[in-house]
Every structure is written in C-alpha cells, then in structure tokens.
DNA sequence: CGAAAATTTGACATGACTCAACTGGAGTGG
DNA sequence: CCACTCCAGTTGAGTCATGTCAAATTTTCG
C-alpha cells in the first residue's frame, strides 16, 4: 500500500512537469511555519508519509453531494469552491479555496455521513490530502498539529463570524466592496456569478451593482 | 404557560443562588471531558489558578465595541448575547451563549484591537473566564488544551458554516423551523426580537412567519 | 470560426422592510 | 386596587431592494 502510494507519486511527479518535486512540500510547510510550527525531520517524513498527492482538472469533482467525505485538501495551485444546492437546483457558494487554503467537508469528514456539499475545480488544481486515518495518526505522532489546525479553525471562526456579520446587516454593494477588497486576487481570478453566489445574490443583480460602481 | 415558564426560572434562580464553590468547575471539567481531554491533579490546579469566576446582572455588559476583549468566557450559568450595531443603530445578533458555551470576540482577543462587537447578559449570568496572558500559560503548561480548542473551534466552524449555507440559501420561514429545531431550549428563554435579529429578520417580519405557523 | 456560456439589460413581481397605530401584559405609584 | 406608563408583540399600508423571466450582447473555449 505505502509503496505502490509512493510510486503513484513519483508517477504523477513525471506526468506533471511543471511540478518542481523538490518544492512540492515547500507551501504546506511554510503555511505550518506562519504559525510557528516547525517540523523536525522525523515529524516532516511522518507527515510526507501520511498526505497523498493528487491533480484535478477543471470542472472536476473533490466531493460530490451524498457521498462521504475521506479527505481535508490543502491546495497547492489552483482554485476549488464548496457549494450548496438548494431545493430549487441554484448553487450556493459556501467558499473558495485558492493555494495555501485547506477545503473539504469537515462534518462529514469527522462523522462518517454523506456530505449536503460539493466541491469542484474552477481551475486546474493541484491539492495534498490526508484522510481520517492518517490524520489520526498524525495527531497521536505530531500533538504539534492539534496546535496547528487551532489556529487555523480559529482564524476560520473569526472569518466566518465576519461573514455572517456582513450578510446579516450589509446590503448587497457593501458586501460586495468588502469582497473586493478582502479577495482582490480572487476576484481577478473567478467568474462573476460565482462571487454573486458567495455573496448571496443574482449574478442580475450584481452586474448592476458593478454597473453602479462604473458610474462613479 | 407563561406563569410556568416564570415559575421555572425562579426555580433555577433559587437553586443556584448560593453558588456551590466545589461544583464550579464541574461543568467546564465535564465539557472537556465530553471532548475526551481528561485532566490530572496537577493540572486541574493550574486550570483553577489560571481562570476567573465573575458574575453578571442581567442586561450588564461582559464587552462594548471599542473595548479590547480582555477575556474569553465560559458561561456557568445564564445567557448572553453578541451583537454588532451597524450605522444606521440597528442591533444584529450573531451568537447567543447559554450555560456550557465560550463566549468572546476573539478577534479583538488575540489581537488586542478593539472589539467590534458588544456582549450583554439576557438574564443574570456566571461565568469563568481566562486572559490572553493565562490562556498562553494554559496553553504552555497543558498543552492538551490545544486538542481541546482544536475540537471546539471545528466544531463552531461547523455550526457557522451551516448558517452560513442556511442564510444564503433558505427563506426566513424556513431559517425560523430550522432554529426552532435546533435551539428549544433557548428559544423558550429570550425575546422573540432576539431572534429575528439572530435570523436576520425584523420582529414584524418575525411575527408574521409565526402568525403563519400558528394558522397550520 | 462557431457554439456554448457568461454577462448585461429591461420589464415586472415579490418578499421583506419601514413607519405608524394598536393590543396586552408587567411593573409602578397614587 | 386602579390608573398609568412602558415595552414587546402584532397588524396594516405603502415602499424598496432584490428576484424572476426573457432577450440581447459579449466572452470563452473547443
């Protein structure tokens, strides 16, 4: 299994030659590192040991709703989005997880039940993944990491909190600004109804908002 | 009915007005036990050295925008409520936080900046609290703390990503049932104006759904 | 280049908001 | 014990932001 997951990788490593195999670990590492993690080498091996590397292509699915949710994804290029469709068939953007982002479902990560979600490529997409298993184990063998994703869950909590604060006493071109302003990257980077669905509203009614904006 | 409801929180009231020293720390021991973190002698010692107990009257504020959370806070006993003002005096609440639940601006908190946010008490509230100073000692010298905020923050990121999928994606009626469902027991104890402004709706807007709900 | 998708625009509909008035219960003081 | 006030909740009427549907236009990509 370790093996054949090794030469997987190494294939893959060839097949994708844009890759620089050498720096393949170099994003996680220093996202690890801006929180003052650092690896020994043992920690890093156990850590290279238990992710698996893999590509999408756009337009393809890391998850779909209905099944179970195996991995938490940290994207190393590319963009995904986690979505919700509503009983009328409309999609709703939950997130975008550009690189140096982690994305999945981590309620249905944690318990085993399929996911009310799904995640797509909106551009090639290169992602390192470890399942429950391995993350398990990664907790037992590096406790180091409850710290990491701490913080992490953290600043997630405190974006998010933000966000509901927005859609619960902005209006629409308030939001919208504050999008542009906080994701100016993203933005350059995704179609426009995507951001109306992040921010929870027609893509009609964001060409006018943007219409409103030109104006000025 | 409403006698009754009255009746149960004088009831309450009585109980725990002579608060029990000995049982203080019951119910945070039992909340991180519920987490599977398990502490030894030594370290319950440094849990009870390093937090605070305080009492809050009912409408007393635990934070005012502008202030810098100097706290985190785990609610013993009571309720309170986290709400932004937006600029045209407007209150809207983004978290209630009953018995057993942390309250905080934890932005403000990690980043000694001033809050945003303020925090009042809907009823007379207890509760033990930690500084950013005692909480890296925590943190320090239990680093199982680390574990146990890890699972906490997941899982409030989970509770916020659903409300998150829930506002952009479901009508006011629809967002209502939804915390009727999951909220019974706090819903019986705060204002229905509370709760529109946690649902993001006005109380005329609010009155109306339940006008709706009680045709059925 | 040409088809498909994305965006924009217009006309109209609607859900939720605002403002204002009314109801009813809780607390207060004469 | 009643009159009075206060405040949450309710109700009604009119308004507004945003949604819906449909069509025109532009952009994307095979």
Redesign the pocket.
Known sequence: MKASLSYQCLRIYFANYHYNPDGMWDLLLQNLAERNILLDTEELAIVQSLFTYRKFK?NQYLLQEGDVARHESFVLRGIARTYEVDE?G?EHVLFFGPEDWWIGDLYSFLSNTPTRYNIDCLEDTEVLQVSKENLDVLYEKVPKLNKYFRILFQNAFITLTHRVGAILSR???ERYQEFLQKYPHIEQRI????I?SFL????????????QLAKK
């Open positions: 756009r009328k409309k209006a629409a071109m179609a426009n109804r995507q109306a929870g509203i027609t893509p009609q009614s964001l060409s006018r908002l943007r219409k």
